[in-house]
Each structure stands twice: as C-alpha cells, then as structure tokens.
C-alpha cells in the first residue's frame, strides 16, 4: 500500500483541480491522511469548523478519491482533530453546524440530530401551503386528508417541515409519533426479516399513532420492502393514523414504484413545495444569520439572496463560507468580502450551473420530454440523452453517482455509472461527439439567468 502521504498528495491534487484554489486553500491546506485500509479512511483537520465544513460538502469527494485506491466506493470517512497545532488527535464525532442543538429523545425513530421546529419554518409563497397542511395534521385528530405527501426538489424545506411536525407532537402531545427516513426503515425492515423478527417490527410500526417518513424515493425498485410498506400504510389508514410522507418527486413521477402504492400516496393531499422566492429568500438568511456570532450586513444578506436562488441549502451554504472566510482571515463581512468570496466560491465564470439548465439544455437538443428523461424507458432516442444528462451533471455540479441516481428516480449507483462510462468512451472514440458534449457544457456555462 502507498505511503500516506503519496496517496493523500494524489486526492489532494485531484481535488485542487475540481474545486479551485480559493477552496482548496481555505479547506485542505492543513490536512492530511493519517491513516486507511479497506473499509475507512481518517483525516486530520486543524479545527472543528473544518471537520463540519468537510463532512457536510466533500464526504463524497474524499470517499472517491481514497476509495479508488482500496476498490471501496462507501469507504467510512472519518475526522480527527489537531489540537493546537501539537498533533494531539481527538477523536471525531457526529457534530451538526453552528445552533443546531442536539436531543437523546426516541433516538431509534430518529434520522437526525437536529431540533428542527415548525415554529422556527420561514413561510413564503412556495411553502405556504404545505406548511398550512402539516399544521392541520398536528392541530387537528382528524384532519380533513390523510395522507399528506409533500414533494420538492432537493434543499426547499420538506425534511424541516416532517422534523418540524415530529418535534412539535413529542413536546405536546402523548402520542407514539414515529419519523424515520425510507432507507432507515428499509433497513429494519431487512434486518427484522434476517433475524426472524418480522412480526415485532410490524407491531412497531403499525401501532404508530402518526408516521412521518422522509425520501419515499428510495423505496424505488424495492418490490418486497414495498409491498410491506403498502401493509403497514394500510394498517395505519384504516385505523385513521396520521400519515405525512415526503419526496423528491411526485408520487407518479417515481419510477419503479407500485402502481397501488403510488396511488395511496395520492388518496390525500399533494402538495409541491417549489424553490423559494427572494423575499423568502431573505427572510431565511436573515433568521439563520442571526445564530452565527459574526455581523452580516443588510446588503450582504440581499446580494446573496439574490445571487443564490435554488434552494434553502445553497443560501445557508453561502453564510457558512462567508462566516469562515471572516474569521480565518480576521476581516469584517461587507460587500467586497461577499463579492470576492461567493463569486470565485460558488461561480463558474460568474455563474452558478444548476441542475435544470443542464437538463433543459438536453431536453432542447434531444426533443424530449422530461417524463421521458426520468423514466425507466430503454429506447435508445431516450436512454441515450439520459445518459448524455447524467456525464453533464457529473462533469459540471461534480454530483455523486447516488446522487444521480436519486435524482433520476433512484437509479442504481451502478446504472449511473455505466452511463457516463459509456459517454466517455464515445467522447474518446468519436471527435464530433467530443466536439458537441464540450459545445453543450459551454452552453449550459453561458446561458444567461
């Protein structure tokens, strides 16, 4: 095996070249690989700051990178600390950013963490009715629908929303509220199948008095796991049990998925959560920039609502950089810092490259729809701009193959693979395909906002 310090100046060079000089230096310079073998890997970092910074932006980098070398794709990333510059490392730990606190209450239902309350939600015009309706099932014994199914992209507040429900029912009322992701779930659902205790897992769950479950995407392709999810929401329906399930796209748009299944997430309420828009935008960095203890200018707080306008995640993404960069270099956050930092931060020339430009850029060019692009159909005149979709957003966001997947209704990592695997062998063997892959990325890049 390489010596640490030749494999680290490897994923480091790696990394140098895909995320710039500015983040590289803020986040790496002082690191190194202590220590990996076939299943972890663990870095040293000078602070804690650096060790959330890494753990929430670039597990997935890092676990590519060392993976390689080990043929270990979910290689366990871990952190130490160097304290005082004097090489004594502390152990890492789970540790969640800046006000978010941390609870020992029904750990086992639990995902995450994170006290996240619906009181602390900023409502705008893109929330407004979902937020509305999970008040409704928390306020109400019989709310006027049930289920309620929240959709959404990535980042636009559907996990606060599901969280903020759990926690508020845990405070006020004694009921058995259980909220889990459908991975979790599916995890205990296999375990208890391994193990033979199939039936005490399904008197956990079906004794619940409201169920509140995140990411229903992943159930995607899971034939038997749905099938026992189908009983369990069943149960719980009959017995007029609280029912609020969230995901990254609309039941029908879920590929791979029950027919039956999908149409009892739509026996309720549907509800989309779109994008925030920029008073809403404001509103958030506002509630969020008052927790940190550095000082954010009104006019910084507007050029970043209106430089950032995906999701809730990109803006706070914003405050954690802006705030680090103040501190480490012991400078005031004003427009200048703002300027310098977010534009070379989060900028390809100048501009952010989202999910769908690159994806409407291929719908353009391909003439397809976008049903067409995130369904499982095989034919070549759609699988092929699919796959062509796919290498752009690795190529372009830097997105994990899982990533992808999910987003392509939870697509198998492998699948993902083979796609941009098979577009690199085209760009390679084919000039004109190369010629036309790098005049489409460089559309995307210019299009205008």
Not at 54 to 67: A, D
Not at 252 to 277: H, Y
Not at 308 to 315: A, I, S, T, Y
Not at 411 to 435: G, P, R, Y
Request: overall charge positive; charged content about 25%.
């Amino acid at each position: 095996m390489e010596s640490y310090s030749k494999v680290w100046d490897d994923v480091l060079q790696n990394i140098r070249e895909r995320v710039g000089p500015l983040r590289f230096n803020l986040w790496f310079k002082n690191t190194r690989l202590e220590s990996f073998n076939d299943t972890y890997a663990n870095i040293v970092v000078p602070n804690i700051f650096t060790q959330v910074w890494l753990q929430e932006n670039f597990t997935n980098v890092l676990r590519e990178g060392i993976g390689k070398l080990v043929n270990n794709n979910d290689l366990d990333i871990r952190f130490s600390i160097v304290k005082n510059g004097e090489g004594e490392n502390i152990p890492t730990v789970n540790i969640t950013p800046f006000t978010e606190k941390q609870t020992d209450s029904n750990k086992n239902y639990s995902q995450t963490n994170r006290i996240l309350k619906l009181d602390e939600f900023v409502v705008g015009t893109n929330n407004r009715l979902a937020y509305t309706a999970a008040l409704e099932m928390v306020k109400d014994k019989y709310p006027a629908f049930n289920p309620l199914f929240i959709h959404g992209t990535v980042g636009v507040g559907k996990t606060h929303i599901l969280q903020g429900v759990w926690n508020k029912v845990k405070e006020e009322q004694n009921i058995n509220a259980i909220y889990m992701s459908a991975e979790k779930w599916t995890n205990e659902f296999v375990y208890s199948l391994q193990k033979g205790k199939i039936e005490a897992f399904r008197q956990k769950f079906r004794n619940a008095d409201m169920f509140l479950i995140d990411d229903v995407h992943f159930l995607s392709n899971k034939q038997s796991t749905q099938e026992e999810f189908l009983h369990t929401f069943n149960a719980l329906y009959e017995l007029s049990k609280k029912i609020i399930l969230a995901s990254d796209a609309h039941p029908k748009m879920i590929g791979q998925i029950k027919e039956n299944l999908a149409s009892r997430f739509m026996s309720g309420m549907v509800i989309k959560i779109d994008k925030p828009e920029y008073a809403t935008r404001l509103l958030i960095l506002r509630s969020k920039a008052a927790k940190f203890d550095v000082y954010f200018p009104e006019d910084v707080l507007e050029f970043i609502a209106e430089k950032f306008d995906e999701n809730v995640r990109e803006v706070e993404s914003a405050l954690i950089t802006l705030s680090a960069h103040a501190k480490f270099n012991e400078k005031k956050i004003d427009m200048q810092l703002a300027s310098e930092v977010l534009d070379e931060f989060f900028c390809n020339e100048g501009k952010i490259i989202k999910i769908n430009e690159i994806e409407d850029a291929v719908i353009s060019y391909f003439n397809i729809s976008r049903t067409d692009l995130h369904s499982n159909k095989k034919t070549k005149s759609i699988a092929f701009p699919r796959q062509v979709c796919m290498y752009l957003i690795k190529t372009l966001l830097n997105w994990s193959y899982q990533q992808i997947g999910n987003y392509f209704s939870s697509k198998k990592h492998s699948t993902v693979m083979f796609a941009i695997k098979k577009v690199n062998e085209q760009i390679e063997s084919d000039k004109q395909f190369k010629l036309f892959i790098e005049k489409l990325a460089e559309k995307i890049k210019k299009e205008k906002r």
